[in-house]
């Protein structure tokens, strides 16, 4: 099997910007399974980086591993130039089943993440509010989870993240438990909340559509040991219309090249 080509169009190359993550020969061996292997990457400031993979290269681990929930087996993952070695203020990370406290409010599930880290109590929730407004839920925030759609429990999980202000934020499949049309709406919010933020996206999807439409650059694992297969970096336009992405030829050939790079791995 070869590995996917790197030769699609990318953007111009931007002014040189010291990387917020580094990944220095990381792999992570479970047991007898190694799930990752000697993976090197960088991470700029102010970019959504998507990883995709057939199932089981180690997405997920990989995104642990930055976000310092387990250690690698080798190597080892740099935060502004100071070593991992578990979870940081500087990090926040979106799962993809929600985590929340179900018997906490919304507020208090947006403030929780501030509360942890000391913050008053008149400032994290006016900071929780200003965020729960941001992702669309103004007036829910006296509901309970079990009174919300998954989508709805899906944006108090990213109103959450974005709450404690963490320069990179770690997206764990975060759209893949709603229907295709909330998918879509989450999608086209995200990119607002990329060009608004400045901060460092690292997102996890099975889907190639979704990278593609999403991504400053696509890191492309084979499968396990997950290694770093190719490296895509579409070049898109984002302004105007979302439909006009997804009927854009290089949005369309840019899917078509992944999809012909990585569907050796799975017959």
């Given at each position: ?60 681990t ?20 100071r ?45 929780a509010?200003?965020?729960?407004a ?72 099975h ?53 012909r790079?990585?569907?050796g791995?799975?017959?």
């Amino acid at each position: 099997m070869s590995a996917p080509s790197t030769a699609t169009a990318t953007r111009p190359t931007a002014p040189s910007t010291r990387p917020i993550v580094e990944v220095r020969g990381v792999s992570k061996v479970y047991g007898k399974v190694r799930a990752l292997h000697a993976i090197d990457l960088e991470f700029e400031p102010g970019r959504l980086t998507s990883l995709l993979g057939p199932s089981g290269c180690g997405k997920t681990t990989l995104l642990k591993i930055i976000a310092g929930l387990i250690p690698p087996s080798e190597g080892e993952v740099r935060i502004q130039g100071r070593p991992v070695t578990g979870p940081g203020p500087e990090r926040a990370f979106v799962f993809q089943d929600f985590a929340l406290l179900p018997w906490a409010t919304v507020l208090k599930n947006v403030a929780f993440g501030l509360e942890l880290r000391g913050v008053p109590r008149a400032e994290r929730e006016e900071r929780a509010r200003h965020w729960i407004a941001e992702v669309g839920l103004a007036g829910f925030e006296q509901s309970y989870p079990h009174q919300l759609s998954g989508g709805m429990r899906q944006r108090v999980g990213l109103a959450r993240a974005l709450a404690v202000d963490a320069q990179v934020l770690l997206m764990d499949e975060p759209f893949s438990a709603v229907d295709e049309q909330t998918r879509r709406k989450f999608q086209e919010d995200l990119l607002g909340l990329v060009a608004r933020e400045k901060k460092t996206f690292l997102f996890v999807t099975h889907s190639i559509e979704e990278a593609v439409y999403l991504s400053d650059r696509i890191v492309l694992l084979s499968p396990r040991p997950g290694r770093v297969a190719g490296i895509v970096e579409p070049k898109i336009r984002r302004d105007g219309d979302p439909e006009r992405i997804r009927r854009d030829p290089v949005y369309l050939d840019t899917v078509e090249t992944i999809w012909r790079g990585l569907k050796g791995y799975v017959e």
